[in-house]
């Protein structure tokens, strides 16, 4: 394993066990302490795989004050490895603090690639990916969520959110209220399980599959809404889109979207406000 003294960012499987990397295995048995989100929810993961390395919480309600005790660890030269109770540690998370005070105190932090809910179930959903926005959880109460909901209801990026069994209806109900009836959404339900489930279709189709199956509204939910599209841009072929690329990598992208826009007999405003939602 990396040799030196660290705080090490280790993700685990967010539900097939066979997703952990060989070297997270490696670093959680070397280093000489591990900072679980919830030791007990942990002990069951690493006792499947054999690793006994130390372990001490650290959750959102001793994060600011354990920090600290953490970095004195690293300063006796003891390395630490951080894992939540599933997944890439600080993606909705605890690890912030920690992360930020280990910097501060001057010592490494080292990542280590691997499960990440919201990646896995993007990189399945079938939409846009080359732009997205990760907005975590949303508030619990309607007014909140709504307020946040119209927020984001013009962003062209495609929305990510987790989301939880008892709140699944009423956050599809808001983005039906705030996004509109027709807003494409996919609910990825159980990603990597034995029940793995994506439901595709309007938010109005959507809400109305959950709210038929109870099965739907149970286990762990990534939700993602597409971004923000005008009829002008809905309009646009994809053949120019790829044109208006190819274009802007040699040219300003007004005088690309001009081009474009007289070779396919589209308006050319409406290419270059496609070209800047999409970030050429």
Same mark, same amino acid.
């Given at each position: 394993m990396d040799p030196k003294v660290a705080l090490f960012i280790v993700p685990t499987p967010i539900g097939n066990l066979g997703d952990i990397s060989a070297r997270a295995i490696e670093v959680l048995n070397q280093v000489s302490l591990i900072a679980c989100e919830d030791t007990r929810h942990s002990g069951k993961l690493l006792s499947h795989f054999?690793? /006994?390395?130390?372990?001490?919480?650290?959750?959102?309600?001793?994060?600011?004050? =354990? @920090?600290?005790?953490?970095?004195?660890? +690293?300063?006796?030269?003891?390395?630490?490895?951080?894992?939540?109770d599933a997944g890439t540690p600080l993606i909705s998370d605890p690890g912030y603090h920690l992360?930020?005070?280990?910097?501060?105190?001057?010592?490494?932090?080292?990542?280590?690639?691997?499960?990440?809910?919201?990646?896995?179930?993007?990189?399945?959903?079938?939409?846009?990916?080359?732009?997205?926005?990760?907005?975590?959880?949303?508030?619990?109460?309607?007014?909140?969520r709504l307020d946040k909901l119209n927020e984001l209801k013009e962003?062209?990026?495609?929305?990510?959110?987790? /989301?939880s069994p008892h709140r699944i209806l009423h956050?599809?109900?808001?983005?039906? =209220? @705030?996004?509109?009836?027709?807003?494409? +959404?996919?609910?990825?339900?159980?990603v990597s399980k034995t029940f793995e489930t994506f439901l595709t279709g309007s938010a109005e189709q959507v809400l109305a599959q959950v709210e038929a199956d109870?099965?739907?509204?149970?286990?762990?939910?990534?939700?993602?809404?597409?971004?923000?599209r005008t009829e002008e841009t809905d309009a646009i072929p994809s053949e120019a889109i790829d044109t208006l690329k190819l274009l802007v990598t040699e040219l300003p992208l007004k005088k690309a979207a001009a081009i474009a826009a007289q070779l396919h007999g589209l308006k050319k405003n409406a290419l270059y406000k496609h070209g800047l939602e999409i970030g050429l």
């Amino acid at each position: 394993m990396d040799p030196k003294v660290a705080l090490f960012i280790v993700p685990t499987p967010i539900g097939n066990l066979g997703d952990i990397s060989a070297r997270a295995i490696e670093v959680l048995n070397q280093v000489s302490l591990i900072a679980c989100e919830d030791t007990r929810h942990s002990g069951k993961l690493l006792s499947h795989f054999g690793i /006994e390395t130390r372990k001490v919480a650290l959750h959102d309600h001793n994060e600011r004050d =354990k @920090a600290q005790w953490f970095v004195e660890k +690293l300063a006796a030269g003891e390395s630490i490895a951080l894992i939540s109770d599933a997944g890439t540690p600080l993606i909705s998370d605890p690890g912030y603090h920690l992360v930020s005070q280990v910097r501060e105190a001057g010592f490494d932090v080292v990542p280590l690639p691997g499960p990440c809910a919201a990646i896995t179930a993007l990189s399945a959903s079938g939409l846009p990916s080359d732009r997205f926005s990760f907005e975590g959880f949303l508030p619990a109460k309607e007014k909140g969520r709504l307020d946040k909901l119209n927020e984001l209801k013009e962003d062209p990026r495609t929305l990510i959110f987790y /989301e939880s069994p008892h709140r699944i209806l009423h956050s599809l109900q808001s983005m039906v =209220k @705030a996004f509109g009836p027709e807003r494409q +959404l996919v609910l990825a339900r159980e990603v990597s399980k034995t029940f793995e489930t994506f439901l595709t279709g309007s938010a109005e189709q959507v809400l109305a599959q959950v709210e038929a199956d109870a099965n739907q509204q149970r286990g762990e939910m990534v939700l993602m809404v597409h971004g923000y599209r005008t009829e002008e841009t809905d309009a646009i072929p994809s053949e120019a889109i790829d044109t208006l690329k190819l274009l802007v990598t040699e040219l300003p992208l007004k005088k690309a979207a001009a081009i474009a826009a007289q070779l396919h007999g589209l308006k050319k405003n409406a290419l270059y406000k496609h070209g800047l939602e999409i970030g050429l």
